[in-house]
């Protein structure tokens, strides 16, 4: 099966594609698709990114956390090269390491339901399953550029009122837990339920349990760090 067909099969025949990366895995094409794909609409919506970033400046100054001095280098390196090109370079390097982690987790968590999983297999499963990012890349591209909004996307958050998000304390976990309901994050969750259960050898049952149960564990470990993080600027 070659690289293009295997491609299309996640959308159009999901279980053949996963069977056959059960005897044959490989992670690298897909891998290197959405890497492209997102880093090129990272590069497309930087200069939103940046504004918004004066902004965010700009009020600092205006609160007095920024002095004079500190808002001249601060203004000085987003209009760095060298910034841009670290914050370009640095994303399929986290990319990458995510989708390690996620094999590895994968891997460890179907042993441990009596599958029969390997780590490449994960790896393999992972990376084809983001391939749908390829296509959330586009339309949240497309989304960030209409509102000029960094944050504009297809998740439930957008439902509710956009102050819930400064709230603070149990409101503003619901928004940022809804946040995390994307359209495409959904549907690359079944697909990687689908294709856990099939190249490790798990129930359909024990394939979703297992991906859901590490997404809704990812869910609460980021909302802490964010809120840890957010405490210090705070300070």
Not at 27 to 41: D, G, K, M, N, R
Request: glycine letters at 8%.
């Amino acid at each position: 099966m070659n690289p293009l067909k295997r491609i299309l099969n996640l959308f159009c025949a999901p279980g053949e594609l996963f069977a056959h990366l059960q005897e044959k895995p490989d992670w690298f094409i897909p891998f290197l698709v959405v890497a492209v794909f997102s880093l090129a609409a990272f590069a497309v919506v930087y200069p939103i990114y940046t504004d918004i970033q004066y902004e965010v400046f700009d009020q600092m100054v205006e609160d007095g956390r920024l002095n004079e001095e500190q808002a001249v280098g601060a203004y000085q390196s987003l209009e760095s090269p060298v910034r841009m090109t670290i914050e370009l370079a640095s994303r399929p390097l986290v990319f990458l390491l995510l989708i390690l982690m996620q094999a590895l987790f994968l891997y460890l968590g179907s042993n441990m339901l009596g599958g029969d999983g390997t780590f490449k297999r994960g790896l393999a499963v992972v990376s084809y399953s983001n391939l749908v990012f390829v296509f959330g890349a586009i339309v949240n591209t497309i989304l960030v550029l209409l509102k000029r909004d960094i944050m504009a996307g297809l998740n439930l958050s957008k439902v509710l009122p956009a102050d819930m998000a400064d709230a603070g304390g149990f409101l503003q976990i619901i928004y940022k837990i809804l946040g995390h309901f994307d359209v495409f994050q959904i549907w690359a969750l079944v697909l990687m339920s689908i294709g856990v259960s099939i190249t490790m050898s798990l129930s359909r049952n024990k394939g979703y349990g297992l991906v859901f149960t590490l997404w809704g564990i990812w869910i609460a470990v980021s909302i802490v760090i964010s809120e840890v993080f957010s405490g210090f600027i705070a300070a």
